[in-house]
């Protein structure tokens, strides 16, 4: 066990040292050595034992992290400003806008949507849900008939990404936990860094290996950064971070399927001359374990969240060369403002105090710089919406792409 950390029950211990003899099967199948992008997707999508479709809880007090939609319900009430625009720009188009979220969560943002689109009379025809993880779509299924039952007809968990879609496809954090490649550039060379299993003098562990690239995506893409991370090319400069192919892929694929509509991603992230500055020498690749952040990431495999920020720079050159327009990019505080997030909050009397002061505060942490108003970008892309989206009036900041 790392120091520091809390300690796991017996079952859940079997159930981590379970992936991790898959793991090493999968390595000396492998030869030996496998990419950490494929070690991630184990740790994380490994059917009933990977960290998003096991049985352990990940969201909230009693989970792993928190995400916006569960700090407070004026996330997902702000937003819905944001969805309706692109829904009234949809009808004009195809006389019926349709919802896609990506990784619902606790299914707590599209409980608040629909709430508020709702009260605004403006609900979507469907709500549609792409849930890989088993535990957090019955956490959503129920919570929305606790919630919205007169709504159920309206939303759809779904296991494929239909051929075509019209309306709004929305993902909070979920590129952020996308599998990446680890790179490291040392002495004018580039590697890859991998796993592989050490079971000398009873070490019995995940190690780390590198070896030199031969995945030609991931070389041209390295190589591609190389001026940057080492712009005075020095022979003995030594930088390790992370290229995520995924997020590329999934974001081309979201582009085939979108008709006519708009792509909203909300992650932590920056642009790549910050993503990969050269004093971010480590890369960001980080792991959630009951509310302690740590940088291990062989720490009980299945149990924790293994994440890495976001490059919006590359999700945005694979968006624009899919057909895709960039709509905007700007902070989540600046996202917020202009969406209308100090005029939900009004709605309740700053005499009401019981009630005022803990939306007060839960508006702090959304927007303010210390908590998640700066490193949460919000970036929109899409297909024929030519009007100007009002989450992004203020705080331009497609300059940093």
Not at 107 to 133: A, F, M, T, W
Not at 247 to 256: E, I, M, N, P
Request: glycine share 8%.
């Amino acid at each position: 066990m790392l120091s520091g950390l809390p300690a796991c029950d017996d079952n859940a211990l079997v159930h981590s040292r379970k992936l991790q003899s898959l793991i090493r099967d999968a390595i000396a199948s492998a030869g030996g050595w496998i990419p950490f992008a494929r070690y991630m997707e184990y740790a994380l999508y490994h059917p009933g034992l990977g960290y998003y479709n096991g049985g352990a809880t990940k969201l909230g007090g009693s989970g792993d992290f928190v995400t916006a939609p569960e700090i407070s319900s004026l996330f997902g009430y702000t937003l819905a400003a944001q969805v309706r625009q692109i829904s009234e720009c949809v009808n004009k188009k195809t006389g019926a806008a349709d919802i896609l979220e990506l990784g619902a969560g606790s299914g707590k943002l599209g409980v608040d949507l629909l709430q508020e689109l709702e009260r605004q009379n403006c609900l979507p025809r469907h709500y549609y849900i792409l849930e890989v993880s088993a535990e957090l779509r019955e956490r959503q299924q129920h919570l929305l008939t606790e919630k919205m039952p007169h709504l159920q007809s309206r939303v759809s968990w779904i296991d494929r990404l239909s051929d075509q879609f019209c309306g709004t496809i929305l993902a909070n954090e979920v590129f952020d936990a996308l599998p990446v490649h680890l790179v490291k550039w040392q002495d004018h060379e580039i590697y890859e860094r991998g796993v592989a299993w050490d079971n000398h003098e009873q070490a019995n562990e995940f190690v780390w290996v590198d070896q030199p690239v031969d995945n030609n995506t991931l070389k041209m893409a390295a190589t591609a950064l190389s001026g940057l991370i080492n712009p005075e090319q020095r022979g003995d400069f030594s930088y390790i971070s992370e290229i995520n192919l995924n997020a590329g892929f999934l974001v081309q694929t979201l582009a085939k399927i979108l008709h006519v509509g708009a792509v909203v991603l909300i992650d932590y992230g920056f642009g790549r001359g910050e993503y990969y500055h050269p004093q971010r020498d480590q890369g960001t690749l980080m792991c959630h374990y009951r509310h302690h952040a740590h940088g291990d990431p062989f720490f009980l495999p299945g149990l924790q969240d293994i994440t890495s920020h976001v490059d919006f720079s590359a999700v945005t050159e694979a968006a624009v060369k899919t057909d895709m327009s960039l709509l905007g990019y700007t902070t989540q505080a600046h996202f917020l403002l202009n969406c209308g997030v100090t005029e939900i909050l009004a709605r309740t009397p700053a005499e009401d105090v019981h009630n005022y002061l803990p939306l007060a505060n839960q508006l702090q942490k959304l927007v303010s710089p210390a908590e998640m108003g700066e490193l949460f970008k919000v970036i929109a892309f899409g297909k024929q919406i030519t009007e100007p989206l009002i989450g992004f009036a203020g705080g331009d900041r497609t300059r940093m792409l």
